[in-house]
């Protein structure tokens, strides 16, 4: 009997147009690839240069800079550069009188990583060229002797 009241109901409440409403969501989907740049400032001790200045140069105004900004405790300075700018972008980071530039290509020649550090072969350069310059002092001044 219970099975049939309920049946009732269910034909009487279709026959009035009530009816349960189903929603569904439309999904829209995009994306953006943002090159984040990321600064790592540290003294030749291996300090950070934490709260150093950073000032960005654009490619197509290298004179004006293209963003100001500050490094965290750690010395890390992160940019997103104009995509629409290609070419060499140039940071320059400073603290208490220390500071560099560093040069980066931004677009079809980037690189993943760089840095102003000397290679293996400047380090053996220099070393080469120190060492001529004491056999060609000492040999300056032993032939002053003699």
């Known amino acids: 009997m219970k099975g049939r009241?309920?049946?009732?109901?269910?034909?009487?409440?279709?026959?009035l147009g009530v009816s349960a409403t189903a929603y569904a969501h439309g999904v829209t989907l995009e994306y953006e690839i943002n090159v984040v740049i990321e600064i790592l400032a540290?003294?030749?001790?291996?300090?950070?240069?934490?709260?150093?200045?950073v000032t960005v140069y654009a490619p197509d105004d290298p004179s004006t800079p293209w963003?100001?900004?500050?490094?965290?405790?750690?010395g890390r300075f992160n940019f997103t550069p104009d995509p629409s700018k290609s070419g060499?972008?140039?940071?320059?980071?400073?603290?208490?009188?220390h500071g560099g530039m560093i040069h980066i290509p931004v677009g079809e020649t980037m690189t993943l990583s760089g840095g102003t550090g000397y290679s293996a072969p400047q380090i053996a350069l220099m070393a080469g060229?120190?060492?001529?310059?004491?056999?060609?002092?000492?040999?300056f001044f032993a032939k002053r002797r003699a």
Do not use: K, N, S, Y
């Not at 972008?89 to 009188?97: E, I, K």
């Open 67 to 74: 963003l100001i900004g500050v490094c965290d405790e750690q």
């Open 88 to 97: 060499i972008w140039d940071v320059q980071v400073r603290h208490m009188g």
């Open 129 to 139: 060229c120190v060492i001529w310059g004491f056999v060609g002092t000492a040999l």
């Open 5 to 15: 009241v309920l049946a009732v109901l269910f034909v009487l409440l279709l026959a």
């Open 42 to 53: 540290a003294f030749d001790t291996g300090e950070p240069m934490a709260e150093a200045q």
